[in-house]
């Protein structure tokens, strides 16, 4: 079993910065790709930003431009820099992580998901 952690959230201004992140740790053979992914009150989740093992990063056209996803592949850590949050941006945020474990069975793993407030 893969557990994934994230921290980082909490309520911010307009205009202000918050850092996610996320921790996996468990049955892990390798990770391919981590992400985030959000869910607003009300709404569906929906993709963030993805990381894959060959540096591809991918967006969602939302969030391109202000939010940075990177990983710490030796830490098995993904984070999520987001700079200039709009009200719009409110919403848990939750870490996705896929890869295979040491029996070499796919895993899609999620958080509990942190939750991030934009404010005045």
């Not at 093992?53 to 592949?73: C, E, L, Q, W």
């Not at 820099?81 to 719009?88: I, K, R, S």
């Not at 040491?102 to 899609?108: A, E, G, H, K, V």
Request: charged content about 15%; glycine content about 12%; proline content about 2%.
């Amino acid at each position: 079993q893969v557990q994934l952690v994230e921290s980082g959230g909490g309520l911010v201004q307009p205009g202000g910065s918050l850092r996610l992140s996320c921790v996996a740790s468990g049955n892990i053979f390798n990770i391919n790709a981590m992400g985030w992914y959000r869910q607003a009150p009300g709404k569906q989740r929906e993709f963030v930003a993805t990381s894959t093992n060959g540096g591809h990063t991918n967006y969602a056209d939302a969030v391109k431009g202000r939010f940075t996803i990177s990983r710490d592949n030796a830490k098995n850590t993904v984070y999520l820099q987001m700079n200039n949050l709009q009200p719009d941006d409110t919403a848990v945020y939750y870490c996705n992580a896929v890869g295979v474990n040491y029996t070499l069975d796919y895993y899609d793993s999620w958080g509990q998901g942190t939750q991030v407030i934009v404010s005045s």
